[in-house]
């Protein structure tokens, strides 16, 4: 199969367009893989020096985000969760030779998911992007996965071709929300099964710090296995749900009297994976220490948080496009808050899907 026919066998999103849909797809199930820009609220790509693109697929649903790096980006990580699945993590070690990032990836499909870094690789590769080393130019790709098995066809997951195409339509422009790219097919609230869940997907979400020309971007996909709390208000806005009285089990109210503690304790697959950016000049080892800070902010509206079954990956991205002289602690209390605010709009973006409801139907029932 070529390119130009899976595109129209696919369905692909840009970072800021409306979704293309082909034959293939029904009303209903276009209906529920709408993607939501809000205005004046900021995105990633407020960040000078990326550029983001995404892949849906809305047969199961499914998809995978990519953000391409301008040359001179440098890039951290850092893992929260008990159950990560990664990729090309090894690159953005202290110790490694090589400085620069050509690209990161967020996606669904488990371990499956992580071909789509193959695809990635492959589109810098055809642009001239990446290490040159003995004649050859060789991309630097890290990438991070959820967990989304659970809803529908499991054989129908993000692909290397997926991670080409994303990569292949990312731009500069506003980055679509909701129930897109490596947020398609994400949900929260599974301790007590998927029979209380309910979907979330993608938020993205920046700042402009006072007066100063830094800004910090965040993106991130929400599949966390506990509850999603506003941290304005403290109260949860997507979680377990309790069917007999309504509202919300409450998850770590339910832990507190006891629920799992004993053995066999449940299982459950799930994962917050984000990418925080900002156009300050920063080393590694600032970037990377962002990145542990930044995880406060799944801290702040997530909760239980960093589980055992939870796979919390966070990358940094530094495009050093500011010459502004920046204390990064400053920095990472900052990505903190950007990247609460982005799990509240993987959220309130968010379209349900038969059997998960999001919290725009449970806002319309109150």
Same mark, same amino acid.
């Given at each position: 199969?070529n *390119? #130009?026919?899976?595109?129209?066998r696919?369905?692909v999103s840009?970072?800021g367009?409306?979704?293309?849909t082909?034959?293939?797809?029904?009303?209903?199930?276009?209906?529920?893989q709408?993607?939501y820009?809000?205005? =004046?609220a900021?995105?990633?790509?407020d960040?000078? =020096?990326? $550029? /983001? &693109?995404h892949?849906?697929?809305? *047969?199961?649903?499914? !998809?995978c985000?990519?953000?391409?790096?301008?040359?001179?980006?440098i890039?951290?990580?850092?893992v *929260?969760? =008990?159950?990560? !699945?990664?990729?090309?993590?090894?690159?953005?070690?202290?110790i490694? +030779?090589?400085?620069?990032?050509q690209?990161?990836?967020?996606? =669904?499909?488990?371990?499956?998911?992580l071909?789509v870094?193959?695809?990635?690789? $492959?589109?810098?590769?055809?642009? !001239? #992007?990446?290490v040159?080393?003995?004649g050859?130019?060789? +991309?630097?790709?890290?990438?991070?996965?959820?967990?989304?098995?659970?809803?529908?066809?499991?054989?129908i997951?993000p692909?290397?071709?997926?991670?080409?195409?994303?990569?292949?339509?990312?731009?500069?422009? +506003?980055?679509?929300e909701g129930n897109?790219g490596?947020g398609?097919?994400a949900?929260?609230?599974?301790?007590?099964?998927?029979?209380?869940?309910?979907?979330?997907?993608?938020g993205?979400?920046?700042?402009?710090?006072?007066?100063?020309?830094?800004? /910090?971007g965040?993106?991130?996909?929400v599949?966390?296995?506990g509850?999603?709390?506003? +941290?304005?208000?403290?109260?949860?806005?997507a &979680?377990?749900r309790?069917?007999?009285?309504?509202g919300?089990?409450?998850?770590?109210?339910k832990i507190?009297?006891g629920y799992?503690l004993? %053995?066999?304790?449940?299982?459950?697959?799930?994962?917050?994976?984000?990418?925080?950016?900002?156009?300050?000049?920063?080393?590694r /080892?600032q970037?990377?220490?962002?990145?542990?800070?930044?995880?406060?902010?799944?801290? $702040?509206?997530?909760?239980?948080?960093?589980?055992l079954?939870?796979g919390?990956t966070?990358?940094t991205?530094?495009?050093?496009?500011?010459?502004? #002289?920046?204390?990064?602690?400053? %920095?990472?209390?900052?990505a903190a808050?950007v990247?609460?605010?982005?799990?509240v $709009?993987? /959220?309130?973006?968010?379209? !349900?899907?038969?059997g998960?409801p999001?919290?725009?139907?449970?806002?319309?029932?109150?």
């Open positions: 199969m *390119r #130009r026919e899976f595109a129209t696919m369905l840009t970072a367009a409306g979704l293309i082909s034959g293939l797809f029904s009303n209903s199930m276009v209906a529920a709408d993607a820009a809000v205005e =004046g900021g995105g990633i790509t960040v000078k =020096g990326l $550029r /983001v &693109g892949f849906t697929d809305a *047969r199961r649903p499914t !998809g985000t990519v953000l391409l790096l301008d040359p001179g980006t890039a951290g990580y850092d *929260r969760g =008990g159950a990560a !699945g990664t990729r090309g993590t090894e690159s953005l070690n202290l490694h +030779p090589a400085e620069d990032l690209a990161l990836f967020l996606s =669904g499909g488990s371990g499956f998911g071909d870094g193959t695809g990635v690789t $492959r589109y810098l590769e055809e642009q !001239g #992007r990446g040159h080393l003995a050859a130019v060789v +991309p630097l790709v890290a990438g991070a996965i959820i967990f989304d098995l659970e809803i529908g066809d499991q054989r997951r692909n290397a071709e997926a991670g080409y195409q994303a990569a292949f339509v990312a731009s500069t422009g +506003p980055v679509a897109i490596a398609a097919g949900s929260v609230g599974k301790l007590f099964g998927m029979g209380v869940a309910m979907k979330t997907g993608l993205t979400a920046s700042l402009r710090v006072g007066s100063t020309d830094i800004v /910090v965040a993106i991130v996909a599949n966390a296995v509850d999603v709390y506003d +941290p304005a208000t403290a109260k949860i806005i &979680g377990a309790d069917l007999k009285q309504g919300f089990l409450n998850t770590i109210e507190k009297h799992g004993e %053995l066999p304790a449940q299982s459950s697959t799930n994962t917050t994976i984000g990418i925080l950016a900002t156009n300050a000049k920063l080393d /080892v970037v990377t220490k962002i990145a542990q800070m930044a995880h406060d902010g799944m801290a $702040r509206t997530i909760n239980p948080v960093h589980t079954w939870d919390d966070l990358f991205a530094a495009t050093g496009k500011s010459d502004t #002289r920046v204390n990064h602690s400053a %920095l990472g209390a900052i808050e990247l609460a605010t982005a799990i $709009r993987a /959220v309130t973006q968010a379209t !349900g899907i038969p998960l999001s919290y725009r139907d449970l806002k319309q029932k109150i």
